[in-house]
C-alpha cells in the first residue's frame, strides 16, 4: 500500500500516509519496506522522523543484501545528498552493490564504478575492494523478512525469508532463530 500510494502512476499519491504504511511494514521487519520507506524519504525528507531516518533504513536494507539500497547508499554518498559528499564510499557502497546484485546490477553500475576509480586510484580502490569483500563474506544471504525484537520470532515459524538467484519466485525459508 505504501508504494502504491507514492509510486504508482494511476493512483493519487498520499505521501504521508504511504509513509505510515511503510513505517508499519518496516515495524513488522519486512525489508523492502525499509528500502521503500528510505526512497520516499530521500525524496521527501519532510516525512522523515529523524534527521539519520532515509540513510538509517537503507543501511538496514543493504545489511539485509538488498543491492538497490546499496546503490542507492551510493548515489547519496555520490552526490552528496542526505549525507558528506564522499567518492571512497560512494564506491564501497557500489562495490557492494555489485557483490549483492550479481552481474546484471555490475553492468547497471559500472560506468559509476570506473569513474570512481578513476578518481580514487588504484591503490585506494583495492582497498575498497578488498573492505567490501570482506563485508559481503559476512552478509551473504539477502532476505526479506525479519523478527528482530524480542520474542516475535516465536509467533511465526521462520526467522527470514531468503531471496532466490535472480529474485525468480517466492524464496526460500530460512528457519534460523536470531541469536
Same mark, same amino acid.
Not at 504511504?18 to 519496506?33: D, N
Given at each position: 500500500?505504501?508504494?502504491?500510494?507514492?509510486?504508482?502512476? &494511476?493512483?493519487?499519491?498520499?505521501?504521508?500516509?504511504? +509513509?505510515?504504511?511503510?513505517?508499519?511494514?518496516?515495524? =513488522?521487519?519486512?525489508?523492502?519496506?525499509?528500502? $521503500?520507506?528510505?526512497?520516499?524519504?530521500?525524496?521527501?525528507?519532510?516525512?522523515?522522523?529523524? *534527521?539519520?531516518? +532515509?540513510? &538509517?533504513?537503507?543501511?538496514? $536494507?543493504?545489511?539485509?543484501?538488498?543491492?538497490?539500497? =546499496?546503490?542507492?547508499? @551510493?548515489?547519496? +554518498?555520490?552526490?552528496?545528498?542526505?549525507?558528506?559528499?564522499?567518492?571512497?564510499?560512494?564506491?564501497?557502497?557500489?562495490?557492494?552493490?555489485?557483490?549483492?546484485?550479481?552481474?546484471?546490477?555490475?553492468?547497471?553500475?559500472?560506468?559509476?564504478?570506473?569513474?570512481?576509480?578513476?578518481?580514487?586510484?588504484?591503490?585506494?580502490?583495492? +582497498?575498497?575492494? =578488498?573492505? $567490501?569483500?570482506?563485508?559481503?563474506?559476512?552478509? *551473504?544471504?539477502?532476505?526479506?523478512?525479519?523478527?528482530?525484537? @524480542?520474542?516475535?520470532?516465536?509467533?511465526?515459524?521462520?526467522?527470514?525469508?531468503?531471496? *532466490?538467484?535472480?529474485?525468480?519466485?517466492?524464496?526460500?525459508?530460512? $528457519?534460523?532463530?536470531?541469536?
Amino acid at each position: 500500500l505504501g508504494v502504491l500510494l507514492s509510486t504508482n502512476r &494511476s493512483h493519487m499519491h498520499e505521501l504521508q500516509r504511504a +509513509a505510515e504504511s511503510l513505517r508499519e511494514s518496516v515495524k =513488522s521487519g519486512y525489508i523492502p519496506a525499509k528500502h $521503500a520507506l528510505g526512497l520516499l524519504l530521500v525524496r521527501r525528507p519532510e516525512l522523515t522522523s529523524s *534527521p539519520q531516518e +532515509a540513510v &538509517s533504513l537503507l543501511e538496514d $536494507a543493504s545489511i539485509a543484501g538488498l543491492w538497490r539500497s =546499496s546503490v542507492t547508499l @551510493g548515489v547519496l +554518498a555520490r552526490d552528496g545528498k542526505g549525507v558528506p559528499l564522499d567518492k571512497k564510499s560512494a564506491y564501497y557502497h557500489f562495490q557492494i552493490a555489485k557483490l549483492q546484485g550479481g552481474e546484471a546490477t555490475g553492468r547497471l553500475i559500472a560506468n559509476n564504478l570506473r569513474i570512481l576509480a578513476a578518481e580514487l586510484g588504484t591503490k585506494q580502490t583495492e +582497498a575498497i575492494d =578488498s573492505d $567490501a569483500a570482506a563485508w559481503f563474506q559476512k552478509h *551473504p544471504t539477502p532476505l526479506q523478512f525479519i523478527f528482530k525484537d @524480542g520474542d516475535s520470532w516465536k509467533a511465526f515459524p521462520l526467522f527470514a525469508i531468503e531471496f *532466490p538467484e535472480g529474485e525468480v519466485h517466492a524464496g526460500r525459508i530460512v $528457519a534460523t532463530p536470531p541469536s
